[in-house]
């Protein structure tokens, strides 16, 4: 079992070093290498989950990665209910997304890199889930930061790419020392960061104070990986690697790590209302915040990205009020049809030759009618439509955040669930329905269903973005997937917790959502309103939501540039040239001065020493004289 | 106590200098002998430094494989070798380090090949020398006398501004190391008032402390001279101006080996002669070294030449190391010494980076270059590989040595600690900008057309780097295993703040009173 455990995270790694050290000759192979190597991660994972939900827990130490003496950092992989949801997640969606790269990467001249950086991608998001301590948590957390810059610059020519994977990578230090600092308080206060030496004796080890200081870095960590407010500017950019890496990194695993993190550790969490408090508003501002500027865009990968910024939000709100296993659920079916979202959208912008504007779209679903219909599954699942995925999920969440006592929260909430399923269906409806927009412009494309090798796990997914959320339902009494994952992040308990009429939220919930798709519909396919009369009324609001708040500009100029200039013209070329390199100059110099002063003195004529000595007796003869009076 | 009754210290800082007389032997017109012969000598000192390693006794602080021969007795001057846990493993990476530093200039050094092998023996024997003197009068022998090796092969081999820099290199840390040598005579002098003994041995001056008003300035002069060296903001700036002009193989050694003799000064002297003292210090050489660390990388960030750019980023990377250092916790002691070797690796893999393309397109200007990936990829997978290792990315070498750094400042200074762990950003910012305008991007410049890829010598010297940047990420304990017992000792020592000289009760001082007193310093 131990074997089998650690095969799980190799077999990615063994990808990563073929296509890595051979890429020049596996050349078109790669692909089918790292998809076999996801496939057998995959399979070598499934006994393990089963085992896991039969009610066993894995630990296992391989070796002792940082000895300190007093404090001992191992390399250990743990399977428990809470990382056997995300290993199963995380191998099945990188598994379909490999296969689908298999076709949608064809031709590109860096074929087997893809499939490298994609494979050390897993390998370092599956060591991210596994491993049994916050450092190794860590190792895992910049190595898909690492791979998602690296996946982002993939076509690292273009310079916006570039700049994105920098960004990206920048953006995601800031929350990472928030990590590190969280990690140094746990390790200095615990004498460990293994979680079955930390999580236990929480309460005997930390006061609130410290619980809130751990808490609310660890979330700093979190706000970076999972693009929260203000952190999110990187995930927009990171639209530029290709589309399966942001279906794969930007929606379905990467960025739910930070959602992952904090519903791991729970336990400092629950000791801390503030933390948590902060955790949950953050993510209610963000879910709102972004919905807003996903309903202007028109690049279809950037609504979905800004979608996926809002998704986040609600998993932040489940794990933030203190529901974890809403959270986690939600990570799970997002996973499954934003996922799904994203494949779809490459299917089109693979037909389309790259295109990604709306406005160039309509009717698709004649020339594509396997993609259309998946689009409309998924947008039913994130639109929280039952008895599709993201129904149950969301409303879990919104559930729980008035049940913990958050009501403004859950009116958030529903208005974000409203503007989620208007969004979505407004990208549905304007690149499927409707008519061509640009006459002729799919013949000379050449626009066509994607093959086969793409279709297959769109799916694949497309069938769990129906299905997946059906855990989620009462079963004799309990909700299993509830069940199982508080068993390791158990739902916080408050005092005095309130509650609603199950049936009145669902329908409040399904309501916000069809209304969404209602308006959608009456304003691109009925166009009783049309999209401009709308945005000519509502002008300031529609321009500057147009412009995402103006935000990347603001970091640009108040940020970025004044701290450029300031180390560039005052810190080098005053401080470190003018200053403190010239002050070391300016005392050689001096040097030298009485140096020659000295110098001058040698002059070699007897009669100039002569002179000199008799000054000087003159001078000491004065002093004797004056220390004698 | 020396395990292999065999003088191997002696073998390792002599070797050099043999093989320096075998190369002044050879016709200065045969260069490929000359090579060849240097490359052997250095390979020859390599491989009997790594008996160091498996016969070292990881159990004990006591120094081991000691050599000592009465030099002048009358004065106390021993011919006294031997390491411990601090020095054994700089004392491996400069043996490590200068085969792969001579073989960079296989190509790149086409005038004077002799003289400059020559000053490359010699100097690889001055800083072995170094490390393995225990003697303090031996250690300032060796000091002054690397010094010159380093002056000619900037004076000589190095770019248009050479003389200035290699002047200001020479006379900055000349400077530093007058102090020192009126620190080290002061030491001997009053060790002799105190414990009427006249001794160099750098044990015994360790385990007999001085009067606090007298260690003050004891710690002064030598922190003067040792600041300089490694080099600490505000001491810096001959550091630029050397790395930019010296010759790759110059680099490499200046960045990798000579500026660890700064950091290890504190270690062997500040530390454990002036423990009183360095706990008065702490909070000013802490905050020194954050200023380094952000300073370093905000003027790192604006250079428009890589080696520049590098040199910045030495001042950053080694202000974490002297942050650990005087943190005076096990584990940030031990996490500044993992950053020193660090340190040594990656940027003298950097360097050697930037050597490889300068010796083909005769520029380092960033602006210049752009879009290696396409044209020379396996340059640029080795690139991305050191780049990751200098800002730290799990996995390397540099996480390790900064996060026990972190850890160990934490452990005594948490704000200290706080704010330098964001120091990870700003390196990420200045390493990956100077990165993508230099490896990604479109390849604007035609003269980059023509750059060919690493050649077979190129990949010989270019891969141990890399083993060593994964082998520390992945399994320190190989490295921190040996030097915990040594560390710990050190930590000891520097607890003791007793200021008392125990056999001679002539001065009496009170931990309570001011530091600097001057009817103390008459006593």
Not at chain 2, 13 to 24: D, E, N
Request: hydrophobic share 55%; aromatic share 16%.
């Amino acid at each position: 079992m131990k074997t089998l455990v650690l095969l799980i995270i190799i077999w990615p790694l063994i990808g990563f070093i073929i296509n890595g050290l051979f890429g020049k000759w596996t050349k078109n192979y790669a692909g089918v290498i790292a998809a076999s190597a996801l496939g057998l991660s995959f399979l070598s994972a499934v006994y393990p989950i089963w085992q896991v939900i039969l009610g066993n827990i894995y630990d296992y130490v391989y070796f002792m990665w940082m000895p300190f003496g007093k404090f001992n950092i191992p390399f250990g992989l743990r399977i428990d209910s809470l990382s056997a949801v995300m290993l199963f997640v995380v191998t099945f969606v990188s598994w379909m997304i490999h296969i689908y790269s298999n076709g949608y990467m064809k031709g590109d001249p860096g074929y087997a890199r893809y499939f490298t950086y994609l494979n050390l991608f897993v390998f370092s998001m599956l060591l991210l889930i596994l491993g049994d301590n916050y450092l190794l948590m860590f190792v895992g957390w910049e190595g898909v930061g690492l791979c998602s810059y690296l996946l982002i610059g993939f076509w690292y020519d273009k310079k916006t790419a570039s700049d994105a994977g920098e960004k990206a990578f920048v953006v995601n230090r800031i929350g990472d020392a928030g990590f590190i600092i969280g990690v140094l308080f746990i390790l200095l206060n615990f004498h460990s960061v293994t979680y079955a030496d930390v999580f236990p004796f929480v309460h005997q080890v930390l006061t609130p104070q410290t619980a809130t200081i751990i808490g609310l870095a660890l979330f700093l960590g979190a706000m970076g990986k999972s693009a929260q407010f203000p952190l999110y500017i990187w995930l927009t950019d990171a639209m530029e690697g290709p589309t399966p890496v942001s279906s794969l990194i930007h929606a379905a695993t990467m960025v739910t790590a930070g959602v992952y993190m904090v519903a791991r550790s729970n336990a400092i969490y629950d000791l801390s209302p503030i933390a948590m408090e902060v955790v949950a508003s953050v993510g209610a501002f963000t879910a709102f915040y972004a919905a807003t500027m996903a309903l202007t865009h028109k690049d279809i990968k950037r609504i979905l990205a800004y979608s996926t910024l809002s998704q986040l939000g609600y998993m932040f709100i489940g794990v933030g009020v203190g529901v974890y296993w809403a959270g986690i659920f939600h990570l799970m079916t997002h996973a499954f049809f934003k996922g799904l979202l994203f494949l779809g959208a490459g299917a089109v912008m693979h037909s389309m030759r790259g295109l990604l504007s709306t406005d160039l779209m309509g009717g698709l679903r004649k020339k594509m009618p396997q993609t259309a219909i998946l689009m409309v599954i998924a947008s039913l699942a994130i639109g929280g439509i039952p008895p599709f995925a993201g129904f149950f999920s969301k409303d879990a969440i919104l559930a729980g955040a008035l049940e913990m006592g958050h009501p403004i929260i859950w009116i958030v909430g529903e208005i974000t669930a409203f503007m989620t399923a208007f969004y979505m269906f407004r990208f549905v409806f304007s690149v499927f329905y409707g008519e061509e927009k640009v006459p002729n412009l799919y013949h000379e494309l050449h626009t066509h269903e994607a093959p086969k090798v793409m279709t297959i796990p769109m799916w694949v997914l497309g069938v769990l973005s129906i299905i997946g959320g059906w855990v989620g339902l009462h079963f004799s009494g309990e909700i299993p997937i509830e069940a199982f994952i508080a068993r390791t992040a158990p739902t916080l308990e408050v005092a005095g917790e309130a509650h609603y009429s199950e049936a009145l939220l669902m329908g409040i919930s399904v309501c916000m959502g069809l209304l969404g798709i209602f308006t959608a519909w009456v304003i691109y396919i009925k166009k009783w309103i049309t999209a401009q009369s709308v945005a000519n009324t509502f002008k300031p609001i529609y321009t500057l939501l147009a412009n995402t708040y103006y935000v990347d500009e603001f970091v640009y100029f108040f940020i970025v540039k004044p701290f450029w200039w300031v180390s560039e013209y005052f810190l080098w070329k005053i401080v470190d040239v003018k200053i403190i390199d010239a002050g070391v100059d300016l005392f050689g110099w001096i040097s030298k001065r009485i140096g020659w002063l000295f110098r001058t003195l040698q002059t070699g004529f007897v009669s100039h020493y002569a002179y000199w000595v008799s000054i000087g007796v003159m001078l000491l003869t004065t002093w004797y004289l004056i220390r004698i009076i | 106590m020396n395990q292999l009754h065999f003088p191997i210290l002696s073998s390792l800082v002599f070797i050099p200098i043999v093989g320096a007389i075998l190369v002044s032997l050879i016709d200065s017109k045969k260069e490929g002998a000359i090579r060849w012969v240097t490359l052997v000598v250095l390979l020859l000192d390599f491989v009997v430094s790594l008996p160091l390693f498996f016969y070292f006794n990881s159990s004990t602080y006591q120094m081991q494989f000691v050599e000592k021969v009465p030099w002048i007795s009358s004065l106390g001057m021993n011919y006294y070798l031997g390491i411990d846990g601090i020095s054994l493993f700089l004392v491996l990476l400069t043996t490590f380090l200068a085969p792969i530093a001579q073989l960079s200039t296989w190509s790149g050094i086409t005038h004077k090949t002799k003289e400059f092998n020559i000053v490359l023996l010699l100097l690889q024997t001055g800083m072995l020398g170094v490390f393995v003197s225990l003697d303090i009068f031996l250690f300032y022998v060796f000091w002054e006398f690397q010094l010159i090796p380093m002056y000619l092969m900037i004076g000589i081999w190095g770019g248009p501004n050479r003389v200035f820099a290699t002047m200001k290199f020479f006379l900055y840390t000349f400077f530093g190391s007058v102090f020192m040598l009126v620190a080290l005579m002061a030491l001997y002098f009053l060790h002799h008032t105190y414990y009427h003994e006249y001794t160099f041995n750098m044990i015994t001056l360790m385990s007999q402390p001085l009067p606090a008003n007298l260690q003050f300035w004891l710690f002064i002069a030598f922190a003067l001279a040792f600041a300089i060296k490694v080099p600490m903001w505000p001491f810096h700036t001959w550091l630029p101006w050397a790395h930019v002009e010296a010759p790759t193989a110059g680099s490499v050694i200046l960045a990798s080996v000579l500026l660890k003799m700064g950091t290890y000064g504190f270690l062997r002297f500040n530390l454990p002669m002036f423990a009183y003292m360095t706990h008065q210090f702490v909070d000013i050489i802490l905050i020194i070294s954050l200023i380094g660390i952000f300073y370093g990388a905000f003027v790192a960030m604006v250079q428009p030449d890589i080696k520049k750019l590098v040199a910045y980023s030495s001042v950053s990377h080694l202000g974490y190391s002297m942050l650990g250092m005087f943190a005076l916790t096990t584990i940030g002691i031990e996490g500044s010494i993992m950053q020193m070797i660090n340190h040594g690796i990656s940027t003298g893999a950097l360097f050697l980076i930037v050597g490889v393309v300068y010796e083909r397109m005769h520029t380092r200007i960033i602006s210049e270059y752009g879009g290696l990936a396409s044209l020379v990829p396996i340059f640029s997978v080795f690139f991305m590989i050191f780049t990751l290792s200098s800002i730290a990315v799990p996995g390397t070498n540099g996480f390790i040595g900064e996060f026990m750094v972190l850890f160990g400042t934490f452990e005594s200074h948490k704000l200290f600690a706080i704010i330098a762990a964001f120091g990870g950003l700003f390196a990420a910012v200045y390493m990956l900008t100077m990165f993508k305008r230099v490896v990604f991007l479109k390849p604007l410049n035609p003269k980059l057309l023509k750059l060919t890829d690493f050649n077979l010598r190129e990949w010989i010297y270019m891969v141990p780097l890399v083993v060593f940047v994964f082998w520390i990420g992945i399994y320190p304990n190989t490295f921190l295993s040996k030097m915990h017992a040594s560390v710990s000792h050190l930590v000891e020592q520097t607890k003791v703040v007793n200021t008392s000289p125990s056999t001679n009760g002539k001065v009496s001082f009170d931990n309570n009173k001011p530091i600097i007193k001057k009817s103390a310093l008459k006593g």
